[in-house]
């Protein structure tokens, strides 16, 4: 870099560095990044192989623009990454095994034909207790039971279920 290159920049370091900062600043969250920004405004001139002549003030905001702007961009796909990915391992998503799902559909089937195949009071009670999520102190006033005595169809019926799931394995 030639020394009237040098002081060019020296001279419109110091006479836009604040505006460029306030430009900044009001775009972006913090001070420091506005600072950054500033300097990259300064760092792309002296990179630029075919600048010669001399610096315009309109030069210089666009290239401040055209750096909010990438920022942007950068930040819109960083994002989209990120919230693509806690979406995927919110839900425990994994590529798809078509074993798995065989599986998985072949698992399902077996509860389901287990707990078709309980006893009608234990089936009803297991139902209404793990399915639909009602207490027990319900459950017992409208079998007529003890609360213990639900404890024991539910119980059961679990016996039940890890038994077929041991056979199925």
């Known amino acids: 870099m030639n ?3 040098r002081q060019e920049l020296t001279e419109n370091d ?14 972006v969250q913090t001070l420091p990044e506005a600072e950054d920004l500033t300097q990259d405004v300064f760092f792309r001139i002296i990179r630029d192989p075919k600048r010669e002549a001399p610096m315009a003030d309109a030069y210089v905001f666009r290239i401040a623009a055209n750096l909010l702007r ?6 819109r796909v960083r994002t989209s990454y990120r919230e693509a990915r806690a979406i995927e391992d919110f839900l425990g998503i994994d590529p798809l095994d078509p074993h798995r799902v065989a599986e998985g559909r072949e698992n399902l089937d077996l509860v389901a034909r287990t707990i078709a ?9 297991f139902t ?5 999520h009602i207490d027990k102190r319900t ?3 409208s079998f007529g039971l003890s609360v ?15 038994t077929s799931m041991e056979a199925f394995r």
């Open 128 to 132: 209404l207790y793990r399915i639909e």
């Open 117 to 125: 195949e309980l006893p009608e009071k234990t089936r009803r009670i």
């Open 14 to 27: 110091r006479r836009l560095r604040r505006a460029l900062v306030a430009f900044f600043a009001r775009r």
């Open 3 to 5: 020394k009237a290159v």
């Open 148 to 162: 213990r005595m639900v404890e024991i169809h539910v119980q059961r019926a679990l016996e039940a279920l890890a």
């Open 139 to 141: 459950i017992a006033e």
């Open 70 to 75: 990438d920022k942007g961009r950068r930040e």
